[in-house]
């Protein structure tokens, strides 16, 4: 399926549906590398007014006839621009991802880059189909599994597909 997917700046009472999906255990368990507890208000208003104060992270609400239905995010990580979304779980397989991503990556210069946890077949379809290639591999403790997750490096070369922007 495709959607009409809008992105727009983040508002404060989109928190309240950010936090409504993130409470989703087969959600948390898909992302892998959330938050150590999902259901923490506290430390999840924190980390928001960390993500949203920083002027080096780009931070869209994405909407779909006038519901909020996620988040997409670019964000620098150990130099490099890194990319993330989290789409409410009610939503998936209707295409909101790929197309919020497909949006995102028409605002940033390339290379972007991308992890996600190896078993996460849905992501790693957004991914692909957003030009994303994997250039390797590693792991790390998953909040969202209690566990270490082995997980794919991706990378959105300068030369990868046009998407309408650079």
């Not at 006038?66 to 397989?93: H, K, L, M, N």
């Not at 605002?107 to 991914?127: F, G, I, Y």
């Not at 994997?134 to 599994?145: H, I, M």
């Amino acid at each position: 399926m495709t959607s009409d997917v809008l992105l727009r700046p983040v508002r404060e009472d989109d928190l309240v549906e950010f936090f409504l999906h993130q409470q989703d255990p087969e959600a948390n368990r898909m992302a892998a590398f959330g938050p150590k507890d999902p259901s923490d208000s506290r430390e999840f208003a924190a980390h928001w007014a960390r993500v949203l104060t920083n002027p080096a992270n780009l931070v869209r609400t994405v909407e779909v006839d006038g519901e909020v239905v996620g988040y997409v995010s670019a964000f620098p990580a150990e130099g490099q621009t890194e990319v993330s979304y989290w789409i409410d779980p009610a939503r998936w397989g209707r295409g909101h991802a790929t197309a919020a991503l497909a949006a995102l990556l028409r605002e940033l210069p390339r290379p972007v880059h991308a992890r996600a946890a190896k078993d996460n077949a849905a992501s790693l379809a957004v991914l692909r189909k957003c030009g994303f290639v994997v250039v390797g591999e590693d792991s790390g403790y998953a909040n969202g599994r209690g566990e270490d997750v082995e997980e794919w490096l991706l990378v959105l070369p300068a030369d990868g597909p046009d998407l309408g922007g650079h």
